[in-house]
């Protein structure tokens, strides 16, 4: 991938939506031209490195970190719900639902 | 979203002459571990909203995981069962979406390194040629964290539809979850939905004896989704399949894909296209209704998780946990059908009555096998029938069934009083020796008791004793019978006839 | 006691400990400072003034029973508003978190509570630490001490500023890019970006987890030296934590002597696209660093060059992913919902009302390079370049001890003076970023003043992993040598405020 990618305002209104913040319509541009910019600027990341360098996800080799399997003490509800914008019967309550559960 | 009117159904003989089926299940495990995956709460079920939770399983901003050690183990024993290969290095993996009852926004799961993959299950189902064992190919086995529970509020049936709003508690959010993927399920024919309910059926039996979950699919701790799809023969490429959720026990599983096996015939014989997508099972009216379309899929966006490091479990670890699994419920049912020498058809009652742990119970508190087997299969299993319950149910214990046939073994009663013995204790009157005891069920052994019976049975019937006198010893059994009757059956037949034959002189054995 | 606020974190517990001075005045002599200057600074989001009197009160009390104090005892601090702190508000700079607050300390704030420091209040940021001005809190920027129209760096401007301003003698900062070196660089403090893993991640609210870590902000080598020792070491909370113990820090900040040191000078760091002025204090600290003993010697990192095309692929991508929770159903701020509206409608008011124009770009970047397709050729090769620049790292302290760079590529900017070219605003960081990515320590501490503005310079410090004293060492000595030559600590020559 050598030359900058082209992104359009409505590539960006697809990335707002998986994203799930309201971008204006009459913002998308500014967005994508940008992406554009920043996206030209990386893009030579994908030229360097070679089939055998490996990825690094983790920057200390660190492996099986595990906790014994003790139960400890949780939040109160009150504690839980305390930064809530709104409760029911003790539970979080959320605007209604559209999709179905994954 | 009406859910009344049923789709065009082709009958399922015309649809197995027409299309190959092809399945794929996927089973979600809930661990019963004491703790959540990546933190210390409470798992225990029923505890008022929101109060088995912290900051990590909230999701609150700053808090981290910690990956439960006793959850790996599980994920690892169950690969072992589940034949497949343990991950010599994996990582978890964020998977991204927006859900209310997802509190970080993303699901911590593993995506393309499995903790355990490439293994399978033997299956065995009844088909027209007898059992067969059918294999089912098992992708990989993973981990992943639950959601938590959201309840629809404003609408008229509680579900998504129609709500005006949704309250949400957390408790369950995080607790481990293991979830198993098979291969595409190939090959079963007309079986297929029997093939299906029998690999859930004894996946469930496999957890079950590995003491990983309580396994309730009523409850929510097992839970299945069946993808089904057709194709014209098996040598077509796939077909689109549905994903079919809300199967909420075994024979909604088989009923589901057979439900969708014919209603996607009838679509595609008529030319048209099946719809990927997800559908749900409605067990009231037996039948799927579709939920949302899968055309618009949600790109995921998974990366390795950079809040937990790598698992690698040491061969010697995995070794050591390869050495805590239980006998392979096939590998168990060939061996003591070897054991007891009984054939298939035996075997099968045993199994289909619910009887073979309570019969290797009672051998193991010291009754011989066929015993056991007489008694759970006979008596019990007709008393269980009777009163609609499980045998396990029934309030008699392999020891009770020990108890009785050391009674029966000492003559202090015979079959016939064993079984009032039996109704006893079911009746909850206490241990077979207090049943003995209260209702006076035990055999005379006192032999002046039997003479005077004896004496008092011929008296009543001279004649008889002059025939036994005469040579005609067949005619005892009429004297037999009185004194039996006389003591209630408390007498032991073989002793009444011994003593008949000594008090008349005459030889038994002639 | 006069002027409490010019002494050093050593000095004060010093005070404290004979009894010189109460906690409480301590405490009090650093309000009445921010309540002095804070209006021109804006260091602090928040001012926890009971809290902290309550606290200064409780050393005091430990004090007169006679109990052991620990050496930090009865020293305020400024904590970056980006750690939570039990019920005291924490809002990472942004809008969406207005008001919230946490219902528990983050392991750091509870390591510094235990050991006796008084935090002052939370400091000023950059949205969710995504800047190097300050200028893009939510709540206003922070002005940098030296010259109040420019810039104290960031995203950890408060932190810096609270130091440079006397407000606070230590400060905890956050580092993902470079957001505690910077600042450090650009207000003549020292600031310290620990060995990722040493000082636990709990409670510190995500920004980019694989390159994240809290760290010590002071105005001399010791001060944060003595609060390093404070924060480090294993938290089992973490699981990202290094169970290696801490080294001594403190003793190593008493260096002098750097005979048999060996001092690498990136190529790839401090070339053409540094500020001249920064360049020639540089190459002055270099001689210092020889006249005390050390050896020089040039060093190449190649792969240093892609190190910030790398970071701002694997930032916005996990940053996409842990600014998600930010959605208003369970804490913050909730926009737009009319009661009819749809959860995934008021999700995205909600975080269009509370995210600001940088943070939402870097999320939209994030989306794109983790996307389906995009994965391969974006954030995994990114992930690969972080393991050519470990190699480059490794292969470089095989031949040398620490390395060192200029800090920043140029002093303090004006305000506004880069707001409208996201790319030239990332370049400030352009120094740093390898040590983020390849999960190594950096120290930056000041070297002087550039001559033709007479704004701070700092030097950066890299040690190995893991060797986080070494980088205590070479600064400890290299900030005597300096105060040597100067008299007098740098920030005194600071303009009064």
Redesign the interface.
């Known amino acids: 991938m050598s030359e900058t990618p082209k992104i359009s305002a409505d590539d960006v209104a697809h990335l707002a939506s998986l994203a799930r913040i309201d971008i204006p319509a009459d913002r998308l541009g500014y967005y994508a031209e940008q992406l554009e910019v920043i996206l030209g600027a990386v893009a030579k990341v994908s030229e360097v490195a070679g089939d055998d360098v490996p990825a690094t996800s983790h920057p200390q080799p660190l492996t099986n970190v595990f906790r014994e399997d003790i139960v400890q003490p949780s939040l109160t509800a009150q504690q839980a719900l305390s930064g809530a914008p709104s409760v029911e019967d003790e539970r979080f309550r959320v605007p209604r639902i559209l999709d179905e559960e994954q | 979203m009406s859910t009344t009117i049923k789709p065009e159904l082709m009958d399922y003989d015309e649809v197995i002459e027409r299309f190959d089926p092809v399945m794929g299940l996927e089973v979600h495990v809930e661990l019963n571990t004491n703790s959540k995956m990546f933190c210390g709460c409470a798992t225990g079920f029923g505890a008022p909203a929101n109060t088995q939770v912290c900051p990590v399983c909230l999701g609150l901003p700053g808090a981290l995981p910690v990956v439960n050690k006793k959850a790996i183990e599980g994920a690892i024993r169950i690969g072992l069962a589940l034949n497949c290969e343990i991950a010599q290095w994996c990582r978890f993996a964020r998977k991204n979406y927006f859900y209310p009852d997802m509190p970080k926004n993303f699901q911590t799961s593993q995506y393309d390194e499995p903790i355990a993959f490439n293994g399978y299950l033997d299956v065995p189902i009844e088909t027209d040629e007898g059992i067969q064992i059918f294999r089912v190919d098992i992708e990989r086995a993973h981990m992943e964290e639950d959601t938590g529970k959201t309840s629809h509020q404003g609408g008229a049936t509680g579900r998504i539809h129609g709500a005006d709003y949704s309250i949400v508690d957390y408790n369950r959010a995080g607790i481990p979850l293991i979830e198993v993927v098979t291969k595409p399920i190939t090959g079963a024919g007309k079986y297929a939905p029997a093939v299906a309910r029998a690999y859930v059926n004894m996946l469930r039996d496999l957890l079950r004896a590995l003491g990983v979950s309580d396994v309730r699919m009523d409850q929510g701790s097992l839970r299945c989704d069946a993808n089904v799809s057709l194709r014209p023969s098996a040598d077509a490429p796939l077909g689109t399949r549905t994903e079919t959720k809300n199967v909420n026990s075994l024979r909604s599983i088989e009923k589901a894909i057979r439900f969708e096996m014919q209603r996607q015939a009838v679509v595609l014989a008529a030319g048209g296209t099946i719809t990927q997508e997800t559908r749900h099972w409605h067990e009231d009216t037996n039948l799927t209704t579709s939920g949302r379309s899968k055309s618009d899929a949600e790109d995921y966006r998974y990366f390795p998780e950079p809040d937990l490091v790598p698992i690698a479990p040491a061969r010697q670890w995995v070794e050591e946990l390869r050495a805590t699994l239980p006998e392979p419920p096939t590998v168990r049912r060939a061996r003591l059908q070897e054991a007891w020498g009984v054939n298939d058809t035996e075997m099968d009652s045993i199994i289909n009555a619910g009887a073979l742990d309570l019969v290797v119970a009672t051998i193991a508190a010291g009754a011989d096998d066929a015993s056991a087997r007489k008694w759970w299969l006979g008596e019990l299993s007709r008393t269980a029938n009777d009163q609609g319950v499980e045998l396990s149910d029934l309030a008699i214990s392999p020891a009770d069934i020990v108890a009785v046939e050391t009674l029966i073994a000492a003559g202090t009663i015979n079959d016939k009083l064993a079984r009032e013995v039996i109704a006893g204790v079911l009746a909850g009157e206490g241990s077979p020796d207090q049943v003995v005891a209260a209702r006076g069920l035990g055999i005379v052994s006192d032999d002046s008791s039997l003479l005077a019976a004896i004496e008092e049975a011929i008296a009543a019937a001279p004649d008889i004793a002059e025939k036994i006198r005469s040579g005609k010893v067949q005619a005892a059994g009429a004297i037999v019978g009185a004194v039996m009757k006389s003591t209630r059956g408390q007498a032991d037949a073989a002793k009444v006839r011994s003593l008949l034959f000594a008090h008349l002189g005459v030889d038994e054995s002639a | 006691m006069a002027d409490l606020i010019h002494k050093t974190a050593a000095e004060l517990a010093a005070v404290v400990a004979s009894g010189e001075a109460s906690a409480v005045e301590v405490a009090q002599a650093h309000l009445n400072r921010i309540g002095a200057v804070d209006g021109a600074v804006h260091a602090f989001l928040h001012v926890d003034t009971d809290g902290a009197l309550a606290a200064a009160a409780a050393v005091d009390a430990k004090r007169a029973a006679g109990d052991k104090l620990g050496p930090l005892a009865g020293v305020p601090l400024g904590l970056k508003d980006v750690?939570?702190m039990k019920d005291i508000p924490?809002t990472?700079g942004s809008k969406i978190?207005e008001g919230?607050?946490?219902?528990?300390d983050?392991t750091v704030t509870a390591r510094l509570k235990a050991a006796g420091i008084v935090i002052l209040g939370k400091t000023n940021m950059d949205e969710f630490a995504m800047g190097s001005s300050t200028e893009h809190s939510a709540y206003g920027p922070t002005h940098n001490p030296w010259d109040l129209e420019r810039i104290p760096g960031g995203s950890g401007g408060g932190s810096s500023a609270c130091l440079a301003a006397f407000e606070a003698p230590l400060s905890i900062g956050t580092d993902t890019g470079g957001s505690i070196r910077q600042p450090a660089a650009v207000t003549a403090t020292v600031g310290v970006k620990p060995?990722?893993?040493a000082v636990s991640?709990?409670?510190?609210?995500?920004l980019?987890?694989?390159l994240d870590q809290a760290g010590p902000c002071a105005r001399t080598v010791l001060d944060a030296a003595m609060l390093h020792q404070v924060i480090a070491g294993y938290d089992?909370?973490?699981?990202?934590s290094?169970t290696d113990p801490v080294a001594d820090m403190v003793s190593a900040a008493g260096t002098r002597d750097l005979t048999g040191m060996k001092i690498g000078v990136v190529k790839e760091l401090g070339g053409e696209g540094y500020q001249s002025g920064v360049r020639q204090r540089f190459t002055e600290a270099l001689e210092i660093l020889s006249g005390l003993g050390a050896e020089i010697i040039e060093v190449s990192c190649p792969?240093f060059d892609?190190a910030?095309?790398?970071y701002?692929?694997i930032l916005p991508?996990?940053c996409?992913?842990n600014l998600?929770?930010?959605?208003?159903?369970?804490?913050?701020?909730?926009a737009g919902?009319d009661?009819e509206?749809?959860?995934?409608?008021?999700?995205?008011?909600t975080?269009?009302a509370g995210?600001g124009e940088e943070v939402?770009?870097r999320?939209?970047?994030g989306?794109?390079a983790?996307?389906?397709g995009y994965?391969?050729?974006?954030?995994?090769?990114?992930?690969?370049?972080?393991?050519?620049i470990?190699r480059d790292f490794d292969d470089a302290f095989a031949r040398v001890d620490v390395l060192v760079s200029p800090t920043a590529p140029t002093t303090a900017f004006k305000l506004g003076e880069k707001l409208d070219d996201?790319?030239a605003m990332y370049l400030n960081d352009i120094a740093t970023i390898p040590a983020n990515?390849?999960?190594t320590p950096g120290m930056s501490l000041p070297i002087g003043l550039a001559p033709e503005d007479n704004l701070p310079v700092g030097i950066q410090i890299m040690a190995p992993?893991r060797k986080d004293e070494r980088m205590y060492a070479v600064g400890g000595a290299l900030e005597a040598a300096l105060l040597a030559r100067w008299g007098a600590p740098i920030l005194t020559q600071a303009r009064a405020l």
Do not use: N
Request: charged residues 15%; hydrophobic residues 40%.
């Open positions: 750690m939570c924490t990472c978190l919230w607050r946490p219902p528990y983050a060995t990722y893993g991640r709990y409670g510190l609210i995500a980019a987890s694989s089992p909370h973490d699981s990202t290094l792969h892609y910030l095309a790398a701002y692929l991508s996990e996409s992913s998600a929770k930010f959605d208003g159903m369970r804490y913050g701020v909730r919902d009661g509206s749809s959860v995934e409608q008021v999700m995205a008011r975080r269009a995210f939402t770009r999320i939209i970047l989306t794109y983790l996307s389906a994965y391969d050729a974006y954030y995994g090769s990114a992930q690969k370049i972080r393991t050519l470990q996201p790319l990515l390849a999960g992993a």
